[in-house]
């Protein structure tokens, strides 16, 4: 027992000692926030905190909200070791709320997250006529009991659909070798099931959806085309309108074709992995013996004279155009590509909404990098030759399915914060998920150490699917270090303050 009593006593001032450590350091850091504040907008301050020091939105805009909220209560916050959880709580509250808050950890009392959302409702009820608190108490009882039965019928469609496309998948594989009436039979199944499941449908996402004309349409929201789909496939099943009696698409157009298989349309709805019991089949067909017909099409800014765009071209890429503003690029890029649609313009006068209308699949460019390169004068956005926020235009006028820009590590110094952080926010703001990412040539058999960054943006739910390419250290290439002098244009670079490597560097 002595020794518990001593391991416990030790722990809690241990604990005690990092709570006030952990509690310091956030004022601090708010005091340093607000020392920057004299010098930036809030807007400005939130950017660079997020940018150039790596917080979140949430924590950037807390700490820029301290100095106007919490000033002059850095000693109670600091006497009760108050976690910075609370503090963004404090900061996010209205000024009743926090004032009570506030009055009880100046007394001595324990306050978290859950005690400030607590005195804020208990406030704002006391506002109410009696009357109203409940009735507005049996409506959240009610929302509640609804997102509980959607959520129990999702779960269920979840299960059954991973079932019933393991049916589909295994029927479809062998309706070739199947007789008459064994097809006839296993088709009455699937169509029974599909029944069974469209009130399962219906109850968790309505009844009521767009036809599939519609629904392809490019305007549409992606999450109501895949719900959209989702019925009118479960429908088709329902209607035993598959297989020989109906095919297994939507619509026979050549974008329906490409979108509407009602087997895959149903993969929407489950968590399940997909099955493989229709391998069978695809194996008797051979191996792949030419190019899909489906290429992914992209748009690039800054195409130089098409090193990047030839390495897309070959992993299965074709361009909507190609801009770039050095006339012996251009004429580069014509001759060894004279179908492609290259357009010598300067980035800044390009409109961009007309080529829209075919779906863009990737945005790609090599903006201009002799602005943050850590070999140059390092203007940034002063620089005249600085296109970042035009890279930022074309994302929010294309609305492709997906970006990558290329630039050097020096876009991230703090210098640079404030502009970086413009842009990120305005690829925010047109809807992407945005990372950024570092990539070094050596790690990929190159006999260099060129750093670059990647900044990639997807929507968000295909963001969360993105995976960098694997790294490859054992392939570095040690000896050329012993060896590797710089050329004669490479020194004239450095000169010169422009990174020889870069994109467009002889521009």
Not at 20 to 42: D, F, G, I, N, Y
Not at 135 to 146: G, S
Not at 246 to 274: H, K
Not at 429 to 436: A, C, F
């Amino acid at each position: 027992m002595d020794d518990k009593a001593e391991a416990l006593a030790r722990a809690k001032k241990a604990i005690s000692s990092l709570q006030r450590q952990m509690t310091e350091r956030t004022l601090k850091l708010a005091s340093e926030v607000e020392a920057l504040m004299k010098h930036l907008t809030p807007s400005e301050a939130r950017q660079f905190l997020q940018s150039a020091c790596g917080l979140s939105v949430s924590d950037a805009s807390a700490y820029c909200k301290f100095s106007t909220t919490l000033k002059g209560s850095e000693e109670a916050l600091r006497n009760a070791r108050v976690q910075f959880s609370v503090v963004k709580a404090l900061v996010s509250a209205d000024v009743e709320t926090r004032q009570e808050a506030l009055w009880k950890i100046s007394a001595g009392a324990r306050v978290d997250v859950r005690d400030v959302t607590a005195i804020k409702k208990r406030l704002r009820d006391a506002k109410l006529p009696p009357e109203q608190v409940l009735a507005q108490f049996r409506m959240r009882r009610m929302a509640a009991a609804a997102r509980r039965r959607a959520s129990d019928s999702v779960t269920a469609l979840d299960h059954r659909m991973a079932a019933f496309i393991r049916h589909v998948e295994g029927f479809r594989s062998q309706t070739a070798r199947l007789g008459r009436e064994e097809e006839a039979a296993r088709c009455e199944k699937i169509r029974a099931e599909a029944r069974n499941l469209v009130p399962i449908f219906e109850s968790a996402f309505g009844s009521s959806h767009r036809s599939v004309p519609e629904l392809l349409n490019p305007s549409t929201d992606p999450e109501e085309r895949r719900i959209g789909f989702v019925h009118h496939a479960l429908l088709k099943f329902a209607a035993g309108k598959f297989g020989r009696r109906g095919g297994y698409m939507l619509d026979r157009s050549r974008a329906g074709i490409r979108r509407t298989d009602i087997v895959e349309c149903l993969r929407a709805t489950t968590s399940a992995p997909r099955s493989r019991t229709i391998r069978p089949c695809l194996e008797k067909q051979g191996q792949l013996s030419g190019v899909p017909e489906r290429r992914l099409k992209f748009v690039e800014l800054c195409a130089g004279a098409g090193g990047m765009a030839v390495g897309l071209e070959a992993a299965g890429f074709d361009p909507i155009a190609l801009i770039e503003t050095d006339k012996n690029a251009a004429a580069t890029l014509r001759l060894n590509r004279p179908k492609w649609n290259v357009i010598q313009q300067d980035l800044r006068t390009v409109d961009f909404k007309p080529f829209r209308n075919p779906r863009v699949d990737l945005l790609v460019g090599g903006l201009p990098c002799q602005p943050y390169s850590e070999d140059g004068k390092g203007l940034g956005k002063d620089d005249p030759r600085d296109l970042l926020l035009e890279g930022a235009r074309a994302v929010a006028e294309l609305k492709p399915w997906s970006f990558l820009f290329e630039n050097v590590s020096g876009l991230l110094h703090a210098k640079h914060a404030d502009h970086l952080g413009r842009f990120l926010h305005t690829l925010r703001k047109s809807g992407y998920v945005v990372d950024i990412l570092r990539m070094n040539t050596e790690d990929y058999g190159l006999a260099q150490e060129r750093e670059r960054l990647l900044i990639v943006g997807m929507r968000a739910e295909s963001m969360s699917a993105f995976r960098m390419p694997p790294r490859f250290p054992h392939w570095r290439t040690r000896s050329w270090r012993c060896h590797w002098r710089p050329s004669g244009s490479e020194r004239l670079g450095r000169r010169s303050g422009v990174d020889p490597g870069a994109p467009g560097a002889d521009r």
